[in-house]
């Protein structure tokens, strides 16, 4: 691994009060094969951790002043496979047992948005996945029209209505 | 086109309706039907039946394929006779107005008009009833769709008492001749029409489509049940007045229509103060602060409800409901399901349109958002015009101005017109910034066909 690091800087985004979660999958996206991400932000970003752990990636995080942190995103062996096999991998998983759809990586409240906001929002969640990931968003309906592009597109979900009646789906990219 | 969420034709019952009501109101401007002539001349059956099948039936029938799904969670079953429906409707609607001017002279033909009438607009109704009630069979009824059901049971009464009409006075069914039709069964199919197919449909849609788009509590309250079993309950009364009296006057008790019409007017009442009483909750309790155009026009048609509600009432303690009927059917048809119809097209068609046209690239790419379909700071005027015209045209009914009802009705074209104008420019996509109108991926919606 010889190759430098992807350096993506997401205070400026951070410091703006903005979300640099897109910006950091787009980053993930961007990598070359068993490149790492060195990634410099303003609090040490423990949610990614999980989040690109669960994409194959190890975190190695030291404080670099000021109260910013560095952490260095690196791809673990078994990513170094590649995404398809994994996929597939993570397909056979589901088709054997209903129980290894993977822990969600985003978690979404959709609930206060205006239609069609809260579809909007969970579709652009789910195109950040890589394919066998799982988002849950809370919404406050069954989303008749969501179903249909989910299966237009591909992706599995599962849903049901929560105490309060909404309805909480959980989507597998496909 | 994303599916089959998206009701296919729902669009072109959607334009059909509008030029419906376009034409009826050229029609009342230039002098033609009531109040020119008596309400029940051929010219007002001709006026009544554009707007009351040819614009509302067609509105409520669109609007239902493609909400009746959304209401229940279930895609639409039978989707192909949605055409062939609008068909039958159009055709059997094109008969039944021919029949009517056959009737008043215009139209000189030994054709059978009306009985053909008859048979093709029951024809049309069955369609849409049966996709409709084959989808709504298919879940446990909230209620919002069972006040859906209890419609399209209306529509069947209506239209079978109607069709029955048509053959009478086409000569046919001469068994039935005898029968003082006009008494006993038009004031049902004015009723149950009015009352059960288009009003009570609309309620149902409404309990659903208003607290969805203002994001309000839209949980099954108590206040709702009591107005759906006060409604079926005056509505039953009213379908089954005649039957009801002679059934209590063959156990030797007194009894008249009326005492069974005045029962009935009372629950209806009831039903409708307790709907507004739900409606005042949904809008004060939303967690959308800025109402939008469609929710603040709804409340016009609110207050027209209840004006129509107080007028039905005052006419009656005064004697003078015979006398004024015209002018509460017209606050009931233009003022409340006119109202409602126009200020919910406003937002179910950029709605609709947002979907076809930006649903496949829905959170891949940057879109507009719905509002920006529409420019509601330019079309609130429109929608203030076209109640404004309704009220005075009311007015001037009940004081037998003509005049000024045409030059009423001629606001409340105006206001249509533009609201028509509108819609047309939100399926162009005309207010979009141009940058954002067609992403890659996206195609332009047709005006009022579906997608190929």
């Known amino acids: 691994m010889t190759q430098p690091h992807y350096e993506l800087d997401v205070r400026p985004i951070l410091r703006e009060g903005g979300e640099p979660f897109l910006a950091v999958m787009q980053a993930v996206d961007a990598l070359a094969p068993g490149q790492s991400l060195r990634l410099l932000a303003t609090f040490k970003p423990i949610p990614l951790f999980h989040v690109l752990g669960s994409r194959g990636f190890e975190p190695t995080a030291r404080e670099i002043g000021n109260g910013d942190w560095e952490v260095i995103f690196t791809p673990t062996e078994s990513q170094s496979g590649g995404e398809a096999s994994q996929a597939e991998s993570a397909n056979n998983r589901v088709d054997k047992a209903d129980e290894a759809w993977p822990e969600p990586v985003i978690e979404l409240n959709n609930c206060d948005l205006d239609p069609p906001e809260p579809m909007v929002r969970t579709l652009e969640g789910v195109e950040t996945l890589s394919p066998g990931q799982t988002l849950a968003a809370l919404l406050p309906r069954e989303p008749l029209f969501l179903f249909k592009e989910l299966e237009s597109r591909g992706h599995l979900w599962r849903g049901s209505f929560d105490p309060e009646g909404h309805y909480r789906i959980v989507i597998r990219r496909g | ?452």
């Open chain 2, 1 to 452: 086109m994303m599916g089959t969420a998206l009701s296919r034709w729902t669009m072109s019952y959607f334009t059909a309706a509008l030029a419906f009501l376009v034409g009826a109101q050229v029609l009342m401007i230039a002098g033609y039907g009531f109040p020119a002539v008596p309400a029940e001349a051929p010219e007002t059956l001709t006026l009544v039946h554009m707007v009351t099948i040819g614009w509302l039936s067609l509105l409520m029938c669109g609007a239902l394929f493609q909400f009746v799904p959304v209401l229940i969670a279930q895609p639409l079953r039978g989707g192909r006779l949605v055409l062939p429906a609008l068909i039958c409707l159009l055709s059997g609607l094109a008969f039944l107005l021919a029949g009517f001017l056959q009737l008043a002279g215009t139209i000189d033909t030994d054709l059978p008009l009306l009985a053909v009438a008859g048979m093709l607009l029951p024809a049309g109704f069955l369609l849409v009833v049966g996709v409709l009630v084959g989808t709504l069979l298919r879940a446990n009824l909230t209620l919002p769709a069972r006040f859906v059901a209890a419609g399209l049971a209306c529509v069947l009464v209506t239209v079978t008492l109607g069709a029955l009409f048509a053959l009478l006075l086409s000569g046919f069914l001469p068994a039935l001749a005898g029968l003082d039709f006009r008494t006993h069964a038009l004031p049902v199919h004015i009723a149950v029409g009015l009352g059960g197919w288009l009003t009570f449909t609309a309620i149902g849609v409404s309990y659903r489509l208003l607290p969805m788009f203002m994001l309000s509590p839209d949980g099954e309250r108590a206040s709702s049940r009591v107005v759906w079993w006060s409604g079926i309950a005056a509505l039953v009364l009213i379908a089954l007045a005649s039957p009801i009296v002679a059934m209590v006057e063959g156990t030797g008790l007194m009894a008249t229509p009326d005492t069974a019409t005045g029962l009935a007017a009372t629950l209806g009442l009831v039903s409708l103060i307790l709907y507004g009483v739900d409606l005042a909750f949904f809008y004060r309790h939303r967690k959308r602060r800025v109402i939008e155009l469609n929710s603040r026009a709804a409340q016009g048609a609110l207050l027209a409800l209840i004006l129509s509600a107080l007028l039905l009432l005052a006419l009656l303690a005064t004697g003078t409901l015979g006398q004024h009927v015209g002018a509460l059917l017209y606050l009931v048809a233009f003022g409340w399901l006119s109202g409602l119809g126009l200020s919910q097209l406003y937002k179910i068609v950029p709605f609709l349109t947002w979907l076809e046209c930006y649903g496949p690239v829905m959170g891949k790419k940057p879109t507009p958002r719905v509002q920006d379909l529409v420019v509601e700071r330019r079309d609130r005027v429109w929608f203030a015009l076209y109640f404004l015209g309704v009220l005075s045209g009311t007015g001037a009914l009940l004081v037998n101005q003509p005049d000024v009802f045409r030059v009423a009705a001629g606001a409340t074209l105006l206001a249509t017109l533009a609201i028509v104008v509108e819609l047309v420019l939100a399926r162009r996509l005309y207010n979009v910034e141009d940058g954002k109108r067609l992403p890659d991926g996206t195609s332009r919606p047709r005006l009022f066909l579906p997608s190929p």
